[in-house]
């Protein structure tokens, strides 16, 4: 199961998403007392690590 996790080093980069998206991951990260960027570094790890390798480049 995936764990929210504390504290990371990051680099500024700058994403747009949809309303309605921001509002679930701001408030998921407020009740899990991380910021926004935190969870979504995480989110963007466990896609990553769960990628299904066989939908590259189609």
């Known amino acids: 199961m ?4 504390k504290g990371y080093n990051s680099v500024s980069k700058s994403f747009r998403l949809p309303e ?3 509002k679930i991951i701001d408030n998921l ?3 899990n007392n991380i910021s926004s ?3 979504v570094i995480q989110c ?3 896609a990553i690590k769960n990628l299904d ?3 590259e480049n189609k």
């Open 2 to 5: 995936w764990k929210i996790k």
């Open 37 to 39: 960027n935190q969870l």
């Open 44 to 46: 963007l790890n466990y």
């Open 29 to 31: 990260a407020y009740k």
């Open 20 to 22: 309605e998206l921001a």
């Open 53 to 55: 390798n066989n939908t």
